[in-house]
């Protein structure tokens, strides 16, 4: 049967009819839709990790008690779980264990557009990078196979592109048996990793990887389609769908498995091709691999990058690739005929941008608006709060990775920068890697301020449950962790928990701390307003007659309020209108308005009753 | 038209661009049209970008029926069709138009937090309409919003939209309904009925 599925249902799809049984993720733009799907099927545990190296931990347990398991996470989550997929390279597993890592070229919604093929040579373990829904249904069982086959946990490299289309899949409605538990493996000279058990295993990985090589000549996966012998493309992913756009009669070799490869393979299509390129997104993963095989490659007309052989010749390495990019690369390379230029118009006019904003009646806008006030440096982590640096509150000076925050304020404040630093993190964030870095501060005694906020969910990624919230992944009710108790108990003495928007007490508590030494906490708290139960207490303001366009309501950021075409009649500038569809009723404009001239809710509601009567 | 008709007229499959802001039902939009290419024999690719952009910026999403598709994405030029949430950002989608192509816009504007904050203002209605004729002549306004409004269902500017788009590529309305009715909660399938026929029985009045 064809259902139309994402890359990421499919990928959860394919896991269950694998009889994969456990998952561990943490939520990560391309990657989250694959747990969130995998949680609902029957017969399977599912859950959000604190972070990605834990994720990883659980699965590798799992997998070591003898159950299929997925760990899913987004390209840099990998980066934070390297620890356990280095050791786990080494261990091997009981049962299939595959772990997903959903790439982000052209960042999307990430810091940075790492390919994480390199991952899967670096740890010596196999690489699979599908190019479609079906595809990613198909090479996650493959995965499990493979993973059991060769005692080795495998890479499923998808990227957003993959992720996030959809197109029609052929499942199955079965799933295969889960096994019972067996007994917990009593082998310490495979899974404890002291140097004398790692001394031993290291050869055995460096001889699977040949083993694994030997077995991609004939993986059903990587495939040659003959068609004209003068170009021949190996490519895979995502690319080979625009291989096959823009070369519609080249002959290609895709590799379904992008490490190790074929060696035969590649060398007898090669040998069969006048002409051979390697077209791929991001890093010259294959192209490398290829060329250290010995195999001469196209030569372009005119090189990208001229000599510089630390990148590629032909395509580019930075951003996404599409039908567009390859074939100007191919024209430019001279692989095509520059094609005709059809007359194709160009806008001329400005268009005003639309960039991701924190939302009308967001908890996080009363901080920012205070810190901007403060004008202290601001180092920020990955969350909604991250657009507290777009204009007008232009208020994040700092922002790497998740957890972040803490330790580059601490860094800061121990190198004796003058100025005092704040550090904002999210809760999700906070518990991702946040703790760690708090505790850091507190010991080592530096005076960073650091705001927790609050929201009560993960939010960027689409409202995720996390250990602050009282559900878990699969909606079971479980603790609801107080952080100014953890806090406290990491050392920090002052902590505060106020309500996010309450825009005088945040700003009393923290010009009070600024005058004091010492590291601080506050805890800003208040529940996205983006969630249903928050919805619920919508309330849109209005702009009374005593607004003079003084413009301070427009300073805090809030898509709801608007300049209206009336005019101030001694100043002329334009009034202040709050927009009734996008208004929540959060009243920070109000709060900051000097001329009392935006009404409260208490007050809406009584002018309202008032008009009724 | 069934999917001969249709191939007839687009040999090489249909490009579709939907754009809109968060929120306006691009992604439920696309999500129908994927399905109903399917329905109608295509193979079919839909594309769109989640997360951070979501977030009071523009969504977009690409669908693509064809014999074949290979690329999820299009790019400049290539789209054969647009249908636009909101006139903005149909603004910002005309440059990947085929010459030609046609072109949905719900009459519609979201003032952007760039524009409210006063770093920059949103074009005049006829310097829209004078940019996008540059492209296209096939450009159809609907009032999406009012008519869906009208019916007592705001959110369903979208399918007033697919209603308009299904009337202009003569498909049957009952196979489009019968993909609507599977993406929806039945409790709004009413409201969603009445959008659809709505934006179908409105384009009349070529702006």
């Given amino acids: 049967m064809k259902r139309i599925l994402s890359g990421n249902e499919a990928v959860a799809r394919g896991a269950w009819e694998a009889g994969c049984s456990v998952a561990s993720g943490y939520p990560g733009t391309p990657s989250t839709e694959i747990m969130e799907t995998f949680a609902r099927y029957p017969n399977v545990y599912a859950e959000w990790a604190t972070n990605e190296k834990v994720g990883l931990d659980v699965a590798i347990g799992a997998a070591y008690a003898g159950k299929r398991t997925l760990s899913t996470m987004k390209h840099v989550g990998l980066n934070v779980a390297a620890d356990a997929l280095f050791y786990v390279a080494m261990t091997g597993v009981e049962a299939g264990l595959v772990i997903v890592s959903a790439d982000d070229p052209s960042m999307h919604s990430s810091q940075n557009e790492q390919d994480n093929r390199q991952f899967a040579k670096f740890s010596r373990i196999p690489c699979l990078d599908p190019a479609d829904s079906q595809e990613a249904r198909d090479f996650t069982i493959a995965a499990f196979d493979l993973s059991e086959r060769f005692d080795t946990p495998v890479l499923l490299r998808m990227t957003t592109r993959v992720c996030h289309t959809s197109s029609p899949v052929e499942v199955t409605e079965q799933q295969q048996q889960i096994p019972e538990p067996g007994k917990y493996p009593r082998n310490p000279a495979k899974y404890v990793m002291i140097p004398a058990n790692a001394h031993r295993r290291h050869p055995v990985i460096e001889e699977r990887v040949s083993e694994l090589s030997k077995f991609a000549e004939n993986f059903p996966h990587n495939k040659i389609e003959y068609r004209k012998r003068d170009l021949g493309i190996i490519t895979g992913g995502i690319a080979y769908q625009y291989a096959r756009e823009v070369f519609p009669n080249a002959s290609i070799l895709k590799l379904g498995m992008v490490y190790p490869l074929p060696v035969e393979m590649v060398r007898s299509f090669c040998k069969s091709m006048e002409n051979v390129i390697v077209l791929e997104e991001l890093d010259p993963f294959i192209e490398d691999q290829v060329r250290l095989m010995g195999i001469e490659l196209f030569k372009p007309q005119i090189k990208l990058n001229g000599d510089d052989a630390h990148t590629k010749s032909i395509f580019p390495i930075t951003g996404e690739l599409n039908p567009a990019v390859v074939r100007q690369s191919a024209e430019k390379a001279g692989l095509l005929e520059t094609s005709v230029k059809k007359e194709l118009s160009n806008l001329d006019i400005p268009i005003p941008a639309r960039p991701p904003t924190l939302c009308p009646g967001c908890p996080h806008r009363s901080s920012f608006y205070v810190l901007s006030k403060l004008k202290v440096p601001v180092n920020g982590d990955i969350g909604c709060y991250t657009l507290g640096v777009a204009p007008p509150l232009s208020t994040i000076d700092t922002c790497g990775c998740m957890g972040a925050s803490i330790g580059v304020a601490h860094g800061a404040a121990v190198a004796g920068d003058k100025e005092r630093h704040v550090a904002v993190i999210g809760d999700s964030t906070f518990f991702h890697t946040g703790i760690p870095a708090l505790i850091n501060v507190a010991y080592n005694r530096s005076n960073v301020i650091t705001i927790i906020m609050d929201n009560r969910v993960t939010g960027m990624t689409g409202h995720q449950d996390n250990p602050g919230t009282g559900f878990t992944l699969q909606n079971q009710a479980t603790i609801e962790l107080d952080i100014e108790k953890l806090v406290l108990a990491c050392g920090i003495e002052k902590v505060l928990t106020v309500e996010a928007f309450q825009v005088d007490v945040i700003e009393k508590t923290l010009k009070k701390w600024l005058k004091e030494d010492g590291p601080a906490v506050l805890i800003t708290r208040e529940e996205c307003a983006l969630l249903p139960s928050a919805r619920k207490r919508y309330l849109p303001l209005q702009v009374t007659d005593q607004c003079n366009g003084c413009t301070v309501c427009f300073r805090i950021g809030c898509p709801a309020i608007l300049k209206s075409d009336q005019m101030d009649p001694k100043y002329h500038r334009p009034l202040a209108i709050i927009d009734q569809e996008l208004c929540t009723g959060c009243e920070i404009c109000a709060q900051v308005c000097p001329r009392d001239a935006i009404l409260f809710r208490d007050q809406v509601i009584a002018l309202r009753t008032s008009e009724e009567v | ?207």
């Fill in chain 2, 1 to 207: 038209m069934d999917i001969n008709g249709l191939m007839g007229k687009y040999p090489n499959g249909i490009n579709f661009l939907l754009t809109g802001v968060g929120g306006q039902g691009t992604i439920l939009a696309s999500n129908v049209l994927a399905e109903l290419g399917m329905s109608l024999g295509f193979d079919v690719k839909k594309a769109e970008i989640h997360g951070m952009s979501q977030r009071g910026g523009n969504v977009i999403s690409y669908i693509r029926w064809g014999e074949h598709v290979y690329s999820p994405i299009i790019t400049k030029g290539e789209a054969d069709i647009v249908l636009a949430f909101e006139k903005l950002e149909a603004l910002r989608a005309v440059e990947q138009i085929k010459p030609d192509g046609l072109m949905v816009i719900n009459d519609y504007a979201i003032v952007p937090v760039t524009v409210s904050s006063g770093m920059s203002e949103y074009p005049e209605d006829d310097h829209i309409q004078e940019t996008l004729e540059k492209f296209t002549s096939n450009v159809y306004w609907v009032k999406g919003q009012d008519l869906a409004e009208e019916i007592g269902y705001p959110k369903a500017s979208n399918v007033v939209l697919v209603g308009a788009l299904t009337m202009l590529l003569e498909i049957d309305p009952e196979a489009v309904l019968n993909v609507i009715a599977s993406k929806i909660p039945q409790k709004y399938y009413s409201f969603n009925k009445k959008a659809f026929y709505a934006g179908l029985n409105n384009l009349k009045t070529k702006k």
